[in-house]
């Protein structure tokens, strides 16, 4: 984004300044509950439609561009670790944040942030399995 303090319609990679992990984030609950804002109800991806929905839907997006989190990575036994299990769970929550996209009036504006969005998880996805049965799936 070029300024810290924007809005989705003003930023064609909306999809791709941030993760879709809500743990980084704050919210008001007033624009939660009026947005009808949820998460999916599945074992994982649930986090993404709550958190790209309300990237699109936010009328002021703000950001601190420090680092303050350090994630651990590839640990096969966590969620994460074990996501291309249920992959299914990640068409449902793109299927929701496409719908999002659909109903407002910035779908050419973020067409490409939302495309450069899939690729990325695919390739993440592919990149951190180490099971050469899920690549010929």
Request: proline fraction near 2%.
């Amino acid at each position: 984004p070029e300024s810290s303090v924007f809005a989705a319609k003003d930023c064609k990679y909306v999809f791709n300044f941030t993760t879709g992990a809500p743990w980084n984030k704050m919210y008001l609950r007033e624009f939660v509950e009026q947005n009808q804002l949820s998460f999916l109800e599945t074992e994982s991806y649930n986090d993404l439609s709550m958190t790209y929905n309300a990237l699109l839907v936010a009328e002021r997006i703000s950001y601190i561009d420090e680092v303050f989190t350090h994630y651990r990575v590839n640990n096969p036994k966590s969620l994460q670790g074990n996501r291309y299990n249920t992959i299914e769970n990640l068409f449902t929550a793109l299927n929701e944040i496409e719908n999002k996209i659909l109903c407002g009036t910035y779908e050419n504006i973020i067409e490409i942030s939302f495309v450069n969005f899939i690729i990325s998880l695919f390739a993440n996805l592919l990149r951190n399995t180490n099971d050469d049965e899920i690549l010929v799936k």
